[in-house]
């Protein structure tokens, strides 16, 4: 079956670091690749949309200069957490798509932790 | 009003017990649903694509009802490896997009 590398898999750093993450669509072109993120015992929530070579499509209350995402090749979005901060700590994982009837494979998700 | 709503649980129940999940979604134009499952701390998985006439697979039966906007999973003869949180997660709108309930939680013990 479909399989997206998600990576790195946990992260551990300082307040004020900016953390890049990416999802790696391994065995098929991905057009589109999303972007969630899951707190505690909470349900995951669509952070963005991304589009090859397009710019990224933000939900509402994301703030798009704090979380940069870039789509630059139809295997591979990057997420970056800029000046990260310890309320940003949660679960952020990737899914990928083939297309707009195409199932959603989703990463392994990366757990992030700001001290 | 949530998009997706679940009741939390947790369901606790012995193995061999049958057990039964609803979910109610908010957007009538929702076009696909579907129910994962997610362990704990891991990504969420499908489990099965939910139809109007209704989904079979094993021991897992789920269904749709349009009209009341009312999702339901059921599982026969639990299993302790079916311990997990379900996620009912609908797909809405022209880029495939996935909203997903917080998911209800199911522990089965011997």
Redesign the interface.
Known sequence: GAVVSQHPSRVICKSGTSVKIECRSLDFQATTMFWYRQFPKQSLMLMATSNEGSKATYEQGVEKDKFLINHASLTLSTLTVTSAHPEDSSFYICSASGGPNQPQHFGDGTRLSIL | RKE?EQD?GPFNVPEGATVAFNCTYSNSASQSFFWYRQDC??????LMSVYSSGNEDGRFTAQLNRASQYISLLIRDSKLSDSATY?CVVKTG??????????TRLAVHP
């Open positions: 997706v939390p701390r891991k990504e969420p998985k499908l996620l022209g880029y495939n997009k996935l909203i997903f309930g917080a998911g």
